[in-house]
C-alpha cells in the first residue's frame, strides 16, 4: 500500500449506530487531519494530530471522536449522528505542523446518515 | 484570519483553449500556497506549492504562479481529461490550511 488509504470506502448507517472510520498512511509523515466536505461547501477541517496529539479540534460536536494511537493511523469514532452529517469525510497526512509541505489525501469515505 | 477565495466558480472550456484559474488569499505570513485537482467522490489530488511571490511551477499543461496576493493556475491547450474541481489552499505561519472552494472546470471535445 501506498500514500493514504481509508476503509470503508462508503458507509450507511442509522442514526443509532455507532461506527469508525479508518486512515492509515504509509508516508512516514507526523501530522494527521480529518476534513468534512460537503456538496458545494469548502473543506471543513475537523481535527488535527501531530505526533499523536491533538493540536485542533475545530469546534466538532462529541458524536465524532478522533483517535490517533500513533503516527500511522488515524480513526474517526461516529456515534448517533444526523442526517446533515451525511457527507465525504477525507483524511490527510503531511510531514508535520511545522514545515510549510503539503497535505496528501486518502480517496475518502462517503457517508450516508439515514 | 486567513481567507482564501477563487474565481471563477466554474469554467467551461472547448478543448484546446487556454485559461486561467485564479486564487486570492489574505495570510499572516505564507509557508506556503497549494493546487490541487480533485475527481467527485475522490480525494483532492496535489500538484503543486508555491512558498513565495515570482516562483512558477509546471507539470503538463498546467503551470502554476505566485505573488503576494494571488495564484493563477494556467491551463494550456486543456483536454477533457483535465476535466475537475481544482481547489487551492494555504498555509500561514502557525496556522491550519485553509482551503479555497475551488473552480469546477470542464473541458468540452
Known amino acids: 500500500e501506498t500514500g493514504v488509504t481509508q476503509t470503508p470506502r462508503h458507509l450507511v448507517m442509522g442514526m443509532t449506530n455507532k461506527k469508525s472510520l479508518k486512515c492509515e498512511q504509509h508516508?512516514?509523515?507526523?501530522?494527521m487531519y480529518w476534513y468534512k466536505q460537503s456538496a458545494k461547501k469548502p473543506l471543513e477541517l475537523m481535527f488535527v494530530y501531530n505526533f499523536k496529539e491533538q493540536t485542533e479540534n475545530n469546534s466538532v460536536p462529541s458524536r465524532f471522536s478522533p483517535e490517533c494511537p500513533n503516527s500511522s493511523h488515524l480513526f474517526l469514532h461516529l456515534h448517533t449522528l444526523q442526517p446533515e452529517d451525511s457527507a465525504l469525510y477525507l483524511c490527510?497526512?503531511?510531514?508535520?505542523?511545522?514545515?510549510?509541505?503539503?497535505?496528501?489525501f486518502g480517496p475518502g469515505t462517503r457517508l450516508t446518515v439515514t | 484570519e486567513d481567507q482564501v477565495t477563487q474565481s471563477p466558480e466554474a469554467l467551461r472550456l472547448q478543448e484546446g483553449e487556454s485559461s486561467s484559474l485564479n486564487c486570492s488569499y489574505t495570510v499572516s505570513g505564507l509557508r506556503g500556497l497549494f493546487w490541487y485537482r480533485q475527481d467527485p467522490g475522490k480525494g483532492p489530488e496535489f500538484l503543486f506549492t508555491l512558498y513565495s511571490a515570482g516562483e512558477e511551477k509546471e507539470k503538463e499543461r498546467l503551470k502554476a504562479t505566485l505573488t503576494k496576493k494571488e495564484s493563477f493556475l494556467h491551463i494550456t491547450a486543456p483536454k477533457p481529461e483535465d476535466s475537475a474541481t481544482y481547489l487551492c489552499?494555504?498555509?500561514?505561519?502557525?496556522?491550519?490550511?485553509?482551503f479555497g472552494p475551488g473552480t469546477r472546470l470542464s473541458v468540452l471535445p
Open positions: 508516508l512516514g509523515h507526523n501530522a
Open positions: 489552499a494555504v498555509r500561514g505561519y502557525g496556522q491550519n490550511f485553509v
Open positions: 490527510a497526512s503531511s510531514q508535520d505542523m511545522e514545515s510549510g509541505d503539503e497535505q496528501y
